[in-house]
């Protein structure tokens, strides 16, 4: 397996359960944790962070993305950002379902990006699902939030701190608390 086939077989959400799937995502798994290893030990300028975060991901990334380290990830290779991204310290990105944060898009200190899921029952629980997250423009995410597999969060968006947000997010509105709910229009 390689990285195109892997991206291309998680676009399908099908269970993630084979010996060569396995292997692919420990193999991975093995590189973005020697990257972010080197990212996360010691001070980088930002263009430091931009270049070894362009290596983790697998692409160039923006000059205008700004990511304040700690940043953690156990694949990396399918996050992508816009411009004008910030992203704060601390936060976690499980992107094997796939992250997108759209142009402008501001996240909050600790904010968790969770893309697969377990299956129920005890019998299934080794097996994940993958479910991409999309962030349209300028998103804004609380500190300590939590996005959840398949979420698609709307143009200009808050999400409130603390939020576990579950189910997709319409466009120019504020949600918050566990679960996430509708607060207001923005």
Known sequence: MNISDFLSYVKTRQALNTPDIFKFMNEMSDEARRITFQLNTAYH???EVRRLLSELFGYTVPASLRVFPPFYTD???NITVGENVFINACCHFQDHGGVTLGDGCQIGHNVVFATLNHG???EERPITYPAPIVLERNV?????ATILQGVTIGENAVVAAGAVVTRDVPANTIVGGVPARFIRKI
């Open 45 to 47: 300028t930002p263009e």
């Open 75 to 77: 694949f990396g290779k």
């Open 120 to 122: 129920l029952s005890p």
């Open 140 to 144: 804004w995410v609380g500190s300590n």
